[in-house]
């Protein structure tokens, strides 16, 4: 296994719809286990694969941070079919250092994904485990926590970027 760099905010990797995962190969089980490393090590609860340069359909999902094996998801080509509720938490990303604010958020999701063997499973969330696969689902198609903030929350954030984007030059 080995660590990959996270890439940050102003990456145009991270502005990228992914391609849907066709091929469930030995490469494949080598990035979620790379990519699992990585998130355990940052520390972070979530990943997606274009925040290590990998603009493919993959995300992980761990609120354990590798605590507890059975609460790492690996959700490959993953599908909300459902979703309801709202509530609203504060939020960061890997990919956005030192930067969390509020973001509403449906509460209980349906989800269907592929493992790593391309076989379909079905999935049910609630609250932060449905936060936060929302969360690494918007990654995959290039979506920011901080787009879907308004008003004060969006010129904090703003502020925040534009002070990343000054140190990236
Ligand atoms: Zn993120």
């Not at 502005?15 to 790379?34: I, K, N, P, T, Y």
């Not at 004060?152 to 000054?166: I, Q, S």
Request: proline letters at 6%; aromatic letters at 4%; one cysteine or more.
């Amino acid at each position: 296994m080995a660590r990959l760099p996270i890439r940050l905010f102003p990456d145009p990797v991270l502005r990228v719809r992914c391609a849907e995962v066709s091929v469930f190969d030995a490469d494949l089980e080598q990035l979620v286990a790379d990519m699992t490393e990585t998130m355990h090590a940052a520390p972070g609860i979530g990943l997606a694969a274009p925040q290590v340069g990998i603009e493919q359909r993959v995300a992980l999902v761990d609120l354990s941070v590798g605590k507890e094996p059975e609460d790492l998801h690996v959700l490959i080509n993953p599908r909300i079919v459902e979703s309801d509720g709202s509530g609203v938490e504060p939020e960061g990303c890997l990919s956005i250092p030192d930067f969390t604010e509020k973001v509403s958020r449906p509460t209980h999701l349906r989800l269907e994904f592929q493992d790593l063997q391309g076989t379909t499973q079905e999935l049910e969330a609630d609250d932060w485990l449905a936060r936060a696969i929302c969360h690494e689902l918007d990654h995959l198609d290039g979506v920011l926590f901080v787009d879907h903030l308004r008003g004060l929350r969006r010129e904090k954030a703003k502020r925040a970027l534009r002070k990343m984007l000054k140190e990236a030059r």
